[in-house]
């Protein structure tokens, strides 16, 4: 098992920044895909950031250019730099792991982006 550990969410004004941060523990050998997801209240949980072990990355279109996804392979860490933060970017934002035959969810994290 793995397990996925959360934080930095928060409350931030539009174009504030935040950074979220997940640690993983446990059997962490053999994750090659770690990122981050979020759900919004009433919408589905969709794709925010992704990023392989050998540093590969993938964006939603939604936050490219203003997110940052990067992983700490050594701590089986992976954090994800939001700036220009919207309205519409506030979500419950959860860390994601993946093996081969497994996938892994943290608890979530709540980001709430409002003046």
């Known amino acids: 098992q793995v397990q996925l550990v959360e934080s930095g969410g928060g409350l931030v004004q539009p174009g504030g920044s935040l950074r979220l941060s997940c640690a993983a523990s446990?059997?962490?050998?053999?994750?090659?895909?770690m990122g981050w997801y979020r759900q919004a209240p009433g919408k589905q949980r969709e794709l925010v950031a992704t990023?392989?072990?050998?540093?590969?990355?993938n964006y939603a279109d939604s936050v490219k250019g203003r997110f940052t996804i990067s992983r700490d392979n050594a701590k089986n860490t992976v954090y994800l730099q939001m700036n220009s933060l919207k309205p519409e970017d506030t979500a419950v934002y959860f860390c994601?792991?993946?093996?081969?035959?497994?996938?892994?969810w943290g608890q979530g994290t709540q980001v709430t982006v409002s003046s």
């Open positions: 446990g059997s962490t050998f053999g994750i090659y895909n």
């Open positions: 990023i392989t072990s050998g540093g590969s990355t």
């Open positions: 994601y792991s993946a093996k081969p035959a497994a996938a892994y």
